[in-house]
Structure formats: structure tokens, C-alpha cells
């Protein structure tokens, strides 16, 4: 159970050339770009190769996040042009321990651009704006360079290796664990 029904904030949170915005329609193309990555549909509800019809049905998935009150989920645009680049989420289930997981990816043809690390940015400064939540955590498979960069960027500090940790392609992977606390000042 997720916490009352969650609206997305009055100011777009962002960071360098970044905003985080509500999904729209428009934002099909870039999750069909996003789509082609092969690792993408493994982690989460966006299928592989996405027809424009699947695109939409992802966009409405994100949409109830908010109502359910289970999280965020953001189109990462750009700060200048609002060209969707990606997304971010900050997932709420388990609030209740004041912890909150957060998730993001750039669409190929966006990436190379600190975009990831920006959007993780903003989305983390946003999260501090939630009483409940003391803890932000990360959870990248070791391969994964690129996401171990961007949460270093973003100020979150390496805690471990959790082996065997969770199904991702139909196989049981590792995963480091990544996470932000609080500000305490």
C-alpha cells in the first residue's frame, strides 16, 4: 500500500539540463527509442521494440503510479526544448520504512549527455521533499558501468553486493546496492 493518492509537483524538479515532466503523448517516440536498448524491457513494463499502441499503454501505467500512490514516475526532458530524453522514477512501496528505490533510463539516441546523472539528480533533490522518506536506494547489476557512474554522480555511495538478488531476463543476478540518506542539514 503506497501512500494517498501522490500529484506531481507544482514546480518540475531539475537539474542541469534536465526537468522532470509528466509523461504526454508525444513522449511515444522517444519511448520507442528506448525500447530498442535489449536491457530495458528486461527491468521493467516498457516491451521490447515497441509498437506505438504499447508506448501509449506504458505511458498510462507510469500515469497510475501517482494515483495508486505507489510513486513518481517522470519523463526525463530536456531543459530548453522539453524533448522527452528518458525517464525516472522514485517508488514509494516501501515508504512505510522510510525508504523510497529510485530507477531511470535514457533513450539511445540521448545518451553521452549527462542526462541520466542530471534526471537522477533532480529526481533525488525532489525526493527530499517527502517527510517520510530518510533513504534512497539503487539497485545496478555490477556489469553496468554506465548506471554506476551516473549514481556516483548523483551522490550516492556504493554499500555492497547483494548475490543472487533478483530475476531479471528469466536468470537470478547480482545487484550492488547504491543509496542516499537525508541531508541532515
Known amino acids: 500500500m503506497g501512500l494517498a493518492q501522490l500529484v506531481m509537483p507544482a514546480a518540475a524538479p531539475s537539474f542541469g539540463n534536465v526537468r522532470l515532466r509528466a509523461f504526454e503523448q508525444r513522449d511515444v517516440g ?14 521493467g513494463s516498457l516491451p521490447g521494440n515497441a509498437s506505438p499502441k504499447e508506448a501509449l499503454a506504458y505511458i498510462e501505467r507510469q500515469i497510475s503510479h501517482l494515483r495508486a500512490g505507489t510513486g513518481y514516475s517522470f519523463c526525463v526532458a530536456d531543459k530548453d526544448t522539453d524533448e522527452a530524453l528518458g525517464t525516472a522514477g522514485l517508488y514509494l512501496a516501501p515508504i512505510a520504512a522510510g525508504r523510497a528505490t529510485a530507477g531511470y533510463s535514457v533513450a539511445p539516441r540521448s545518451r553521452g549527455r549527462k542526462v541520466a546523472g542530471h534526471a537522477l ?3 533525488t533533490r525532489f525526493a527530499w521533499s517527502i517527510p517520510e522518506l530518510y533513504r534512497i536506494e ?5 556489469w553496468n558501468m554506465a548506471s554506476v557512474r551516473t549514481a556516483e554522480y548523483a551522490g550516492f555511495e556504493r554499500e555492497g553486493l547483494l548475490r543472487s538478488h533478483q530475476e531479471i531476463g528469466g536468470k537470478r543476478v ?3 546496492v547504491y543509496a542516499e540518506i537525508r541531508p541532515t542539514t
Open 121 to 123: 539528480t533532480a529526481l
Open 138 to 142: 539503487l539497485y545496478i547489476e555490477p
Open 174 to 176: 547480482d545487484m550492488l
Open 30 to 43: 522517444m519511448l520507442m527509442d528506448l525500447s530498442t536498448d535489449a536491457y530495458v524491457p528486461k527491468t
